[in-house]
């Protein structure tokens, strides 16, 4: 069967793993073919971890690498005005499946290309 | 005036202690022309060759011993030239430049590496320069991550809006989308402004 398998992680089922656990389950999943949704972001050094990891992994034939896309949120604060922003959904795939993305600061939709078949996920 | 400022920037540095700036940015945005204009306008030669193939640079180019003359003050540091960092490499890419496809997949092979060597020496150095293609849309996650870690890291960056010679540069850009930081519009290729980007690091990477 031609599919895409998304996997959704709460941020608290990342909670349990450690920096490394959760870069290589992220890649895993990702060179596997598969989309990966998470609650929140990774910090800036799981992020250079996550592009390292990568890097290593990519095969050339099948395995291009990763596209990475983050729809944020205002931060909450304590009197309730907050000009920061923080990540509040991280999307994570196989660069050859994602392929066309358009991004808007609330809004992201993308077309995920599955050999001859199509998906579209907004 | 000047003497004040050797000696506050002797101060900080100290006789043996150097700063080790690295450039980073994307490929093609144009670190290793900066690079050499930098050392050409310092030192009177270049660092490394620049070409239109991305990932070109795919080995980390060191020059020791760059001395900055600036209005008299002097700053001693080493300029490490590293790869553009990047999310993926696809090989097809570099078929476009006229490569063969063996060529290509070994391209693609050692910018993979490039990449790693990039995001290590971020451990190592202690100032950056982000080079941004002005002609380009400044917000992409290569620039957030690494932005991200030099925050994280407390490593004192500079912002180069790079190619303000071309038409199409729009460097209010990068400036709206990152407030927070300095950025210098220049032209690597040209020396345009270049005085602001020494001034620049001058101030941060004291």
């Known amino acids: ?122 | 005036m000047q003497n004040i400022f050797r000696r506050f920037l002797n101060k900080l540095l100290g006789k043996d202690k150097k700063l080790k700036i690295g450039l980073y940015g994307h490929p093609n945005s144009g670190k290793t022309t900066l690079a050499n204009t930098m050392t050409n306008d310092w030192i009177g030669k270049p660092l490394g060759l620049s070409s239109e193939i991305p990932h070109e640079t795919r080995k980390v180019y060191r020059q020791e011993h760059v001395s900055i003359n600036h209005n008299g003050v002097e700053l001693d540091f080493d300029i490490i030239d590293t790869p553009g960092i990047a999310t993926k490499i696809d090989y097809k890419n570099f078929l476009r430049f006229g490569l063969s496809e063996a060529e290509a997949k070994e391209r693609a092979k050692e910018a993979t590496k490039g990449i790693i060597e990039a995001i290590k020496w971020l451990d190592d150095v202690t100032g950056v320069i982000l080079v941004v293609d002005a002609t380009k849309d400044p917000l992409t996650q290569a620039n957030i991550t690494i932005i991200g870690n030099l925050e994280a890291r407390k490593i004192p960056f500079v912002i180069v809006a790079n190619k303000i010679d071309i038409p199409e540069a729009t460097p209010e850009r990068i400036t709206a989308v990152f407030p927070q930081h300095t950025v210098v519009p220049i032209s690597a290729l040209h020396g345009e402004n270049t005085e602001n980007l020494y001034e620049a690091m001058i101030k941060r990477f004291h």
């Open chain 1, 1 to 122: 069967m031609n599919g895409l398998k998304m996997d959704f992680l709460s941020s608290d089922a990342l909670l349990a793993h450690t920096s490394m656990e959760k870069i290589a389950m992220i890649v895993d999943k990702v060179k596997g073919g598969n989309l990966v949704i998470i609650e929140g972001g990774l910090i800036p050094e799981e992020e250079a971890e996550l592009i390292e990891t990568t890097m290593r992994e990519i095969d050339i034939e099948n395995f291009v690498g990763i596209d990475i896309y983050t729809l944020e949120k205002d931060k909450k604060s304590l009197f309730g005005i907050s000009k920061k922003k923080a990540v509040g959904l991280t999307i994570i795939g196989p660069a050859n499946t994602m392929k066309t993305v358009k991004k808007k600061s609330n809004f992201i939709s993308m077309i995920a290309n599955l050999g001859d078949s199509g998906a579209s996920l907004h």
